[in-house]
Protein backbone atom coordinates (compact mmCIF):
# COMPACT_ATOMS: atom_id res chain seq x y z
CA UNK A 1 0.00 0.00 0.00
CA UNK A 2 1.63 3.57 -0.74
CA UNK A 3 1.14 6.21 1.32
CA UNK A 4 -1.27 8.36 -1.09
CA UNK A 5 -3.29 5.08 -1.28
CA UNK A 6 -3.01 4.99 2.91
CA UNK A 7 -4.38 8.56 3.02
CA UNK A 8 -7.56 7.95 1.19
CA UNK A 9 -8.25 5.28 4.43
CA UNK A 10 -7.68 7.75 7.23
CA UNK A 11 -11.60 8.66 7.37
CA UNK A 12 -12.45 4.78 7.25
CA UNK A 13 -9.88 3.54 9.39
CA UNK A 14 -10.55 6.01 12.14
CA UNK A 15 -14.05 4.79 12.00
CA UNK A 16 -13.65 1.07 12.43
CA UNK A 17 -15.23 0.84 8.78
CA UNK A 18 -12.30 -0.98 7.05
CA UNK A 19 -12.49 -4.64 6.85
CA UNK A 20 -10.05 -6.83 8.53
CA UNK A 21 -7.86 -7.13 5.69
CA UNK A 22 -7.11 -3.91 4.53
CA UNK A 23 -6.84 -2.97 8.28
CA UNK A 24 -4.34 -4.86 8.85
CA UNK A 25 -2.21 -3.65 5.56
CA UNK A 26 -3.27 -0.39 7.06
CA UNK A 27 -1.50 -0.72 10.02
CA UNK A 28 0.97 -2.13 8.75
CA UNK A 29 2.13 0.63 6.22
CA UNK A 30 1.48 3.20 9.47
CA UNK A 31 4.31 1.02 11.59
CA UNK A 32 6.74 1.19 9.32
CA UNK A 33 6.28 4.82 7.98
CA UNK A 34 6.89 7.41 10.98
CA UNK A 35 5.48 10.22 8.60
CA UNK A 36 2.48 8.55 7.82
CA UNK A 37 1.81 7.83 11.44
CA UNK A 38 3.00 11.47 12.48
CA UNK A 39 0.15 12.32 9.39
CA UNK A 40 -2.27 9.97 10.74
CA UNK A 41 -2.13 11.25 14.64
CA UNK A 42 -2.75 15.07 13.35
CA UNK A 43 -5.64 13.48 11.48
CA UNK A 44 -6.89 12.19 14.86
CA UNK A 45 -6.71 15.43 16.26
CA UNK A 46 -8.62 16.96 13.48
CA UNK A 47 -11.38 14.88 13.66
CA UNK A 48 -11.69 15.53 17.19
CA UNK A 49 -11.01 19.08 16.93
CA UNK A 50 -14.50 19.09 13.90
CA UNK A 51 -16.50 17.96 16.50
CA UNK A 52 -16.93 21.66 18.03
CA UNK A 53 -18.24 22.51 14.60
CA UNK A 54 -21.40 21.65 16.93
CA UNK A 55 -21.24 24.49 19.10
CA UNK A 56 -20.82 27.14 16.38
CA UNK A 57 -24.59 28.48 16.60
CA UNK A 58 -26.18 32.09 16.26
CA UNK A 59 -28.59 33.90 18.09
CA UNK A 60 -31.88 32.72 15.80
CA UNK A 61 -32.98 36.60 14.09
CA UNK A 62 -36.01 37.63 15.85
CA UNK A 63 -37.47 38.84 12.69
CA UNK A 64 -36.76 35.44 10.93
CA UNK A 65 -39.81 34.11 10.04
CA UNK A 66 -41.48 37.69 8.77
CA UNK A 67 -37.68 37.93 6.43
CA UNK A 68 -38.86 34.75 5.47
CA UNK A 69 -42.70 34.93 5.12
CA UNK A 70 -41.88 38.56 3.28
CA UNK A 71 -40.03 37.06 0.48
CA UNK A 72 -42.41 34.24 -0.13
CA UNK A 73 -45.34 36.70 -0.25
CA UNK A 74 -43.15 38.88 -2.87
CA UNK A 75 -42.53 35.41 -4.94
CA UNK A 76 -46.11 34.92 -5.09
CA UNK A 77 -47.06 38.83 -5.80
CA UNK A 78 -44.66 38.64 -8.53
CA UNK A 79 -45.71 35.21 -10.15
CA UNK A 80 -49.59 36.77 -10.32
CA UNK A 81 -48.35 39.76 -12.11
CA UNK A 82 -46.69 37.58 -14.55
CA UNK A 83 -49.62 35.92 -15.55
CA UNK A 84 -51.66 38.86 -15.83
CA UNK A 85 -49.52 40.84 -18.10
CA UNK A 86 -47.67 39.39 -21.23
CA UNK A 87 -45.18 42.22 -20.66
CA UNK A 88 -44.79 42.02 -17.03
CA UNK A 89 -41.60 42.44 -15.29
CA UNK A 90 -39.74 39.90 -13.33
CA UNK A 91 -38.18 40.80 -10.44
CA UNK A 92 -34.38 39.18 -10.70
CA UNK A 93 -35.22 35.66 -8.50
CA UNK A 94 -33.72 32.24 -8.60
CA UNK A 95 -36.97 31.20 -8.09
CA UNK A 96 -39.86 30.06 -11.25
CA UNK A 97 -43.19 29.97 -11.87
CA UNK A 98 -44.09 26.83 -9.41
CA UNK A 99 -46.99 25.51 -11.64
CA UNK A 100 -44.71 24.77 -14.87
CA UNK A 101 -44.13 21.42 -15.76
CA UNK A 102 -40.94 20.17 -17.64
CA UNK A 103 -42.10 16.18 -19.42
CA UNK A 104 -38.50 15.09 -20.14
CA UNK A 105 -38.36 11.72 -22.50
CA UNK A 106 -35.51 9.51 -23.17
CA UNK A 107 -33.36 9.66 -26.21
CA UNK A 108 -35.21 8.45 -29.12
CA UNK A 109 -33.68 7.51 -32.61
CA UNK A 110 -30.90 8.14 -34.48
CA UNK A 111 -30.57 10.12 -37.49
CA UNK A 112 -32.11 9.30 -40.49
CA UNK A 113 -33.43 5.80 -39.60
CA UNK A 114 -36.73 4.45 -39.24
CA UNK A 115 -36.69 1.78 -36.69
CA UNK A 116 -39.93 0.62 -34.50
CA UNK A 117 -39.80 0.54 -30.91
CA UNK A 118 -39.04 -3.62 -30.93
CA UNK A 119 -35.75 -2.93 -32.54
CA UNK A 120 -33.35 -4.22 -30.30
CA UNK A 121 -31.21 -0.77 -31.94
CA UNK A 122 -33.47 1.62 -30.38
CA UNK A 123 -33.15 3.02 -27.08
CA UNK A 124 -36.62 2.40 -25.51
CA UNK A 125 -39.10 5.82 -24.82
CA UNK A 126 -38.70 6.39 -21.18
CA UNK A 127 -41.47 8.61 -19.97
CA UNK A 128 -40.57 10.85 -17.10
CA UNK A 129 -41.65 13.44 -14.87
CA UNK A 130 -45.08 12.91 -15.43
CA UNK A 131 -47.35 12.57 -18.78
CA UNK A 132 -47.96 9.49 -20.91
CA UNK A 133 -45.39 7.42 -22.59
CA UNK A 134 -45.63 8.68 -26.08
CA UNK A 135 -44.80 6.13 -29.05
CA UNK A 136 -41.82 6.74 -30.94
CA UNK A 137 -42.97 8.10 -33.52
CA UNK A 138 -44.83 10.55 -32.10
CA UNK A 139 -41.72 11.89 -30.14
CA UNK A 140 -42.67 15.50 -29.29
CA UNK A 141 -40.89 18.95 -27.79
CA UNK A 142 -37.47 19.74 -28.59
CA UNK A 143 -34.53 17.35 -29.46
CA UNK A 144 -31.34 18.33 -27.96
CA UNK A 145 -28.29 16.00 -29.61
CA UNK A 146 -25.72 15.89 -27.19
CA UNK A 147 -21.99 14.94 -28.21
CA UNK A 148 -20.96 13.47 -25.01
CA UNK A 149 -22.44 10.04 -24.11
CA UNK A 150 -23.70 7.83 -20.53
CA UNK A 151 -26.11 8.44 -17.72
CA UNK A 152 -28.05 11.44 -18.88
CA UNK A 153 -29.72 13.64 -15.63
CA UNK A 154 -31.71 16.31 -16.05
CA UNK A 155 -32.15 18.72 -12.71
CA UNK A 156 -34.52 21.89 -12.21
CA UNK A 157 -31.42 24.48 -12.48
CA UNK A 158 -32.44 26.18 -9.17
CA UNK A 159 -33.48 23.23 -6.54
CA UNK A 160 -31.68 20.87 -8.43
CA UNK A 161 -34.69 18.66 -8.22
CA UNK A 162 -34.25 15.40 -10.86
CA UNK A 163 -36.92 15.88 -13.39
CA UNK A 164 -37.88 12.52 -14.54
CA UNK A 165 -36.04 9.55 -14.90
CA UNK A 166 -32.26 9.10 -15.99
CA UNK A 167 -31.78 8.27 -19.18
CA UNK A 168 -28.65 6.55 -21.18
CA UNK A 169 -27.16 8.63 -24.19
CA UNK A 170 -25.29 7.12 -26.45
CA UNK A 171 -23.40 7.61 -29.94
CA UNK A 172 -26.68 5.48 -32.10
CA UNK A 173 -29.21 7.25 -29.91
CA UNK A 174 -27.86 10.73 -28.95
CA UNK A 175 -31.22 12.82 -28.59
CA UNK A 176 -32.62 13.85 -25.31
CA UNK A 177 -36.29 15.20 -25.76
CA UNK A 178 -37.25 18.42 -24.04
CA UNK A 179 -40.88 19.35 -23.52
CA UNK A 180 -42.05 22.48 -21.63
CA UNK A 181 -45.92 22.20 -21.19
CA UNK A 182 -45.72 25.16 -18.21
CA UNK A 183 -46.74 28.51 -18.57
CA UNK A 184 -43.04 30.48 -18.64
CA UNK A 185 -39.74 29.33 -19.84
CA UNK A 186 -37.80 26.62 -18.03
CA UNK A 187 -34.04 26.77 -16.82
CA UNK A 188 -32.78 23.36 -16.45
CA UNK A 189 -29.28 21.17 -15.53
CA UNK A 190 -28.45 18.48 -18.12
CA UNK A 191 -25.53 16.00 -16.35
CA UNK A 192 -24.16 13.42 -17.96
CA UNK A 193 -22.05 10.58 -16.27
CA UNK A 194 -18.63 11.16 -16.14
CA UNK A 195 -18.54 14.75 -17.29
CA UNK A 196 -17.15 17.12 -15.26
CA UNK A 197 -19.31 20.06 -16.51
CA UNK A 198 -23.20 20.15 -17.20
CA UNK A 199 -24.86 22.03 -20.02
CA UNK A 200 -27.45 24.43 -19.16
CA UNK A 201 -30.68 24.69 -21.37
CA UNK A 202 -33.42 27.12 -21.46
CA UNK A 203 -36.52 25.64 -22.73
CA UNK A 204 -39.58 27.71 -24.28
CA UNK A 205 -43.01 27.49 -23.24
CA UNK A 206 -45.33 26.60 -25.76
CA UNK A 207 -47.50 29.90 -25.12
CA UNK A 208 -45.49 31.15 -22.48
CA UNK A 209 -45.61 34.70 -21.40
CA UNK A 210 -42.27 37.05 -21.48
CA UNK A 211 -39.94 35.70 -18.34
CA UNK A 212 -37.07 37.09 -16.51
CA UNK A 213 -37.47 40.39 -17.76
CA UNK A 214 -35.13 41.79 -14.70
CA UNK A 215 -32.73 39.03 -14.36
CA UNK A 216 -29.65 40.60 -15.62
CA UNK A 217 -27.56 37.34 -16.04
CA UNK A 218 -26.71 34.41 -18.61
CA UNK A 219 -29.24 32.76 -17.43
CA UNK A 220 -32.09 35.46 -17.67
CA UNK A 221 -30.92 36.24 -21.24
CA UNK A 222 -31.25 33.06 -22.22
CA UNK A 223 -34.64 32.19 -20.85
CA UNK A 224 -35.60 35.85 -22.75
CA UNK A 225 -34.21 34.71 -26.00
CA UNK A 226 -35.30 30.96 -25.77
CA UNK A 227 -38.90 32.14 -25.37
CA UNK A 228 -38.48 35.30 -27.98
CA UNK A 229 -37.82 32.60 -30.70
CA UNK A 230 -39.52 30.15 -29.51
CA UNK A 231 -36.21 27.34 -29.55
CA UNK A 232 -34.31 26.47 -26.62
CA UNK A 233 -31.03 28.19 -26.08
CA UNK A 234 -28.28 25.70 -24.52
CA UNK A 235 -25.80 27.63 -22.78
CA UNK A 236 -22.24 25.41 -22.26
CA UNK A 237 -20.84 27.74 -20.01
CA UNK A 238 -19.07 27.56 -16.91
CA UNK A 239 -21.43 29.95 -14.76
CA UNK A 240 -24.75 30.75 -15.74
CA UNK A 241 -25.73 32.90 -12.97
CA UNK A 242 -22.58 35.38 -13.91
CA UNK A 243 -23.83 39.05 -14.23
CA UNK A 244 -24.61 40.23 -17.81
CA UNK A 245 -26.24 43.51 -18.47
CA UNK A 246 -29.60 43.06 -20.62
CA UNK A 247 -29.97 44.10 -23.88
CA UNK A 248 -32.59 45.12 -26.40
CA UNK A 249 -32.59 42.73 -29.07
CA UNK A 250 -33.86 43.85 -32.49
CA UNK A 251 -32.62 40.95 -34.91
CA UNK A 252 -35.19 38.69 -36.02
CA UNK A 253 -32.62 35.78 -36.61
CA UNK A 254 -32.16 33.84 -33.71
CA UNK A 255 -28.46 33.48 -33.83
CA UNK A 256 -27.89 36.81 -34.51
CA UNK A 257 -29.87 37.86 -32.04
CA UNK A 258 -28.45 35.67 -29.25
CA UNK A 259 -24.99 36.82 -30.55
CA UNK A 260 -26.32 40.59 -29.81
CA UNK A 261 -27.48 39.89 -26.47
CA UNK A 262 -24.26 37.84 -25.26
CA UNK A 263 -21.49 39.99 -26.92
CA UNK A 264 -18.07 38.85 -28.18
CA UNK A 265 -17.19 36.64 -24.66
CA UNK A 266 -19.76 34.10 -26.57
CA UNK A 267 -19.63 31.88 -29.46
CA UNK A 268 -23.03 31.36 -30.53
CA UNK A 269 -24.46 28.48 -33.34
CA UNK A 270 -27.53 26.84 -34.32
CA UNK A 271 -27.28 23.28 -34.81
CA UNK A 272 -29.10 20.73 -36.99
CA UNK A 273 -31.10 20.45 -33.99
CA UNK A 274 -32.48 23.64 -34.87
CA UNK A 275 -31.58 24.73 -30.70
CA UNK A 276 -29.31 27.79 -30.21
CA UNK A 277 -25.50 26.57 -28.35
CA UNK A 278 -23.73 28.63 -26.58
CA UNK A 279 -20.39 28.47 -25.85
CA UNK A 280 -18.09 30.79 -23.91
CA UNK A 281 -14.87 32.00 -24.58
CA UNK B 1 -41.04 25.82 25.91
CA UNK B 2 -41.33 23.27 23.63
CA UNK B 3 -43.48 22.74 20.52
CA UNK B 4 -44.63 20.18 19.18
CA UNK B 5 -45.67 20.21 15.33
CA UNK B 6 -47.46 17.70 13.16
CA UNK B 7 -45.27 15.37 10.99
CA UNK B 8 -44.15 17.00 7.44
CA UNK B 9 -45.94 14.41 5.54
CA UNK B 10 -48.87 15.52 6.88
CA UNK B 11 -47.93 19.36 7.01
CA UNK B 12 -46.81 18.33 3.15
CA UNK B 13 -49.75 16.72 1.73
CA UNK B 14 -52.00 19.97 3.42
CA UNK B 15 -49.76 22.42 1.69
CA UNK B 16 -49.72 20.36 -1.86
CA UNK B 17 -53.68 20.57 -1.39
CA UNK B 18 -53.14 24.93 -1.43
CA UNK B 19 -53.00 24.95 2.57
CA UNK B 20 -50.31 27.91 2.95
CA UNK B 21 -51.22 27.43 6.82
CA UNK B 22 -49.77 23.93 6.44
CA UNK B 23 -46.51 25.82 4.93
CA UNK B 24 -46.04 28.23 7.46
CA UNK B 25 -46.11 25.68 10.05
CA UNK B 26 -43.83 23.75 8.28
CA UNK B 27 -41.50 27.06 7.71
CA UNK B 28 -41.67 27.51 11.88
CA UNK B 29 -41.34 23.75 12.34
CA UNK B 30 -37.61 24.01 10.06
CA UNK B 31 -36.48 27.40 10.13
CA UNK B 32 -34.14 27.37 13.08
CA UNK B 33 -32.10 24.56 12.37
CA UNK B 34 -32.37 25.75 8.74
CA UNK B 35 -30.60 29.09 10.11
CA UNK B 36 -28.12 27.00 12.62
CA UNK B 37 -27.15 25.27 9.30
CA UNK B 38 -26.70 28.19 7.09
CA UNK B 39 -25.27 29.84 9.40
CA UNK B 40 -22.29 27.40 10.43
CA UNK B 41 -21.94 27.92 6.36
CA UNK B 42 -21.75 31.16 5.54
CA UNK B 43 -20.30 32.54 8.94
CA UNK B 44 -22.69 35.46 8.77
CA UNK B 45 -26.19 36.19 10.06
CA UNK B 46 -27.39 38.51 7.22
CA UNK B 47 -26.41 35.95 4.70
CA UNK B 48 -27.79 33.18 6.60
CA UNK B 49 -30.89 34.80 7.11
CA UNK B 50 -30.63 35.31 3.05
CA UNK B 51 -30.11 31.86 2.48
CA UNK B 52 -32.89 30.55 4.45
CA UNK B 53 -35.77 32.95 3.39
CA UNK B 54 -34.20 32.09 -0.59
CA UNK B 55 -34.40 28.28 0.36
CA UNK B 56 -38.07 28.44 1.51
CA UNK B 57 -39.69 30.02 -1.35
CA UNK B 58 -37.84 27.32 -3.81
CA UNK B 59 -39.31 24.92 -1.35
CA UNK B 60 -42.23 26.56 -1.67
CA UNK B 61 -42.60 26.47 -5.35
CA UNK B 62 -41.44 22.73 -5.90
CA UNK B 63 -43.50 21.47 -2.90
CA UNK B 64 -45.51 19.69 -5.62
CA UNK B 65 -42.56 17.90 -7.26
CA UNK B 66 -41.78 16.38 -3.21
CA UNK B 67 -42.86 12.71 -3.21
CA UNK B 68 -41.94 11.59 -0.26
CA UNK B 69 -39.30 9.17 -1.44
CA UNK B 70 -36.46 10.77 0.90
CA UNK B 71 -37.42 12.58 4.03
CA UNK B 72 -38.47 16.38 4.22
CA UNK B 73 -34.95 17.28 5.95
CA UNK B 74 -32.83 15.81 3.26
CA UNK B 75 -34.64 17.28 0.20
CA UNK B 76 -34.84 20.40 2.06
CA UNK B 77 -30.82 20.36 3.00
CA UNK B 78 -30.31 19.76 -0.58
CA UNK B 79 -32.20 23.11 -1.34
CA UNK B 80 -30.27 25.25 1.39
CA UNK B 81 -26.96 24.01 0.47
CA UNK B 82 -27.87 24.80 -3.51
CA UNK B 83 -29.28 28.25 -2.23
CA UNK B 84 -25.89 28.46 -0.19
CA UNK B 85 -23.68 27.85 -3.58
CA UNK B 86 -25.90 29.93 -5.53
CA UNK B 87 -25.77 33.09 -3.59
CA UNK B 88 -22.38 32.51 -2.72
CA UNK B 89 -21.35 32.34 -7.08
CA UNK B 90 -23.88 35.62 -7.60
CA UNK B 91 -21.75 37.69 -4.87
CA UNK B 92 -18.51 36.27 -6.81
CA UNK B 93 -19.55 37.77 -9.93
CA UNK B 94 -20.82 41.34 -8.82
CA UNK B 95 -18.57 44.32 -9.28
CA UNK B 96 -16.56 44.97 -6.54
CA UNK B 97 -16.66 48.24 -4.84
CA UNK B 98 -13.49 50.34 -2.99
CA UNK B 99 -14.57 50.05 0.33
CA UNK B 100 -12.37 53.46 0.97
CA UNK B 101 -14.77 55.27 -1.87
CA UNK B 102 -17.39 57.95 -0.01
CA UNK B 103 -20.92 57.70 -0.78
CA UNK B 104 -21.80 60.95 -2.69
CA UNK B 105 -25.53 62.26 -0.83
CA UNK B 106 -27.09 65.75 -1.19
CA UNK B 107 -25.65 66.61 2.24
CA UNK B 108 -21.99 65.95 1.09
CA UNK B 109 -19.81 63.29 1.55
CA UNK B 110 -20.01 60.17 3.58
CA UNK B 111 -17.63 57.55 5.17
CA UNK B 112 -18.92 53.92 4.11
CA UNK B 113 -19.50 52.56 7.54
CA UNK B 114 -19.53 48.51 7.70
CA UNK B 115 -21.14 46.31 9.78
CA UNK B 116 -19.06 44.16 11.96
CA UNK B 117 -20.44 40.83 11.48
CA UNK B 118 -17.79 39.47 14.10
CA UNK B 119 -18.58 38.11 17.47
CA UNK B 120 -18.96 39.96 20.48
CA UNK B 121 -16.14 39.95 23.63
CA UNK B 122 -18.82 38.23 25.65
CA UNK B 123 -19.23 35.53 22.17
CA UNK B 124 -15.52 35.34 21.99
CA UNK B 125 -14.77 34.08 25.09
CA UNK B 126 -17.51 31.45 24.92
CA UNK B 127 -15.14 30.01 22.10
CA UNK B 128 -12.77 28.23 22.74
CA UNK B 129 -9.34 29.37 21.06
CA UNK B 130 -9.05 25.29 18.97
CA UNK B 131 -13.05 26.48 17.81
CA UNK B 132 -12.18 29.43 16.02
CA UNK B 133 -8.93 28.04 14.78
CA UNK B 134 -11.22 25.32 12.94
CA UNK B 135 -14.21 27.14 12.23
CA UNK B 136 -11.67 29.42 10.32
CA UNK B 137 -9.44 26.35 8.78
CA UNK B 138 -13.23 25.12 7.55
CA UNK B 139 -13.98 29.17 6.19
CA UNK B 140 -10.88 28.25 3.92
CA UNK B 141 -12.70 25.08 2.11
CA UNK B 142 -14.33 25.32 -1.10
CA UNK B 143 -18.27 25.75 -0.42
CA UNK B 144 -18.99 22.25 -1.62
CA UNK B 145 -16.48 21.15 0.80
CA UNK B 146 -17.55 22.92 3.32
CA UNK B 147 -21.26 21.62 3.24
CA UNK B 148 -20.64 18.16 3.37
CA UNK B 149 -18.09 19.02 6.62
CA UNK B 150 -20.94 20.89 8.43
CA UNK B 151 -23.36 18.37 7.60
CA UNK B 152 -21.50 15.72 8.79
CA UNK B 153 -19.87 17.15 11.63
CA UNK B 154 -22.04 19.99 12.58
CA UNK B 155 -25.13 18.59 11.48
CA UNK B 156 -24.56 15.07 12.69
CA UNK B 157 -26.01 13.30 9.44
CA UNK B 158 -24.87 10.31 8.33
CA UNK B 159 -22.94 9.44 5.00
CA UNK B 160 -26.25 8.06 3.36
CA UNK B 161 -28.44 10.78 4.58
CA UNK B 162 -25.16 13.66 2.85
CA UNK B 163 -25.28 11.39 -0.06
CA UNK B 164 -29.29 11.20 -0.46
CA UNK B 165 -29.51 15.45 -0.09
CA UNK B 166 -26.55 15.96 -2.17
CA UNK B 167 -27.26 13.31 -4.87
CA UNK B 168 -24.32 12.01 -5.22
CA UNK B 169 -22.88 8.18 -4.31
CA UNK B 170 -22.25 7.49 -1.17
CA UNK B 171 -18.95 5.91 -1.88
CA UNK B 172 -18.13 9.80 -3.27
CA UNK B 173 -19.45 11.58 -0.42
CA UNK B 174 -16.83 9.59 1.92
CA UNK B 175 -14.02 10.41 -0.56
CA UNK B 176 -15.03 13.83 -0.90
CA UNK B 177 -15.19 14.03 3.27
CA UNK B 178 -11.64 12.44 3.83
CA UNK B 179 -10.04 14.79 1.34
CA UNK B 180 -12.02 17.66 3.07
CA UNK B 181 -10.31 16.00 6.60
CA UNK B 182 -7.44 16.12 4.91
CA UNK B 183 -7.01 19.43 3.56
CA UNK B 184 -8.31 20.40 6.98
CA UNK B 185 -5.79 18.56 8.68
CA UNK B 186 -3.04 20.61 6.67
CA UNK B 187 -4.30 23.98 7.75
CA UNK B 188 -5.05 23.18 11.63
CA UNK B 189 -1.16 21.55 11.60
CA UNK B 190 0.54 25.22 9.78
CA UNK B 191 -2.01 27.17 13.01
CA UNK B 192 -0.23 24.65 15.28
CA UNK B 193 3.15 25.66 13.82
CA UNK B 194 2.16 29.34 14.11
CA UNK B 195 1.13 28.93 17.69
CA UNK B 196 4.48 27.59 18.44
CA UNK B 197 6.20 29.98 16.99
CA UNK B 198 4.24 33.09 18.60
Same mark, same amino acid.
Given at each position: ?? *? ?20 ? *? ?19 ? *? ?126 ? @? ?56 ? @? ?49 | ?11 ? +? ?94 ? =? ?44 ? +?????? =? ?23 ? =?????? =? ?6
Amino acid at each position: MN *TDKAREYFSSYFEGSLDTGLSQ *TFERKLNTDAELQAEYRAFER *TMSQLSSLREIESEVPFDLHDKIQARLDLHLFEQKRAKKAPFALWFRTLGFAGLAALAIFGAIKAIGTDKAVGDPGMAGVLTTGGGDTPKMDEAKGFQLKLDQFGEVTVRDAVTGAQKGDVVNVTPET @PYLSLENSGAQAEFVKVEVSGVKRPIFVAVPAKNGSDVAAEDATIRGAALRLAQKYGT @PVVLNVPDPMAALPIATVKQNDPVGGVSEALGDEFRVEQRKDNLIWVHQH | MLESYPDDRVLI +ERAQGGNREAFNTLIRKHERRAYQYAYRLTSNPEEASDVVAEAFVRVFSALHNFKGQSAFTTWFYRILTNCFLDIRKREKSRPTMSLEAALQTPDG =ELERQIEDPSLSPHEESERSERGRSVEAAVEQLPEYQRAMIVMYHA +EMMSYE =EIADALDLPIGTVKSRLNRARLSLR =EQLVKD =EELFKLG
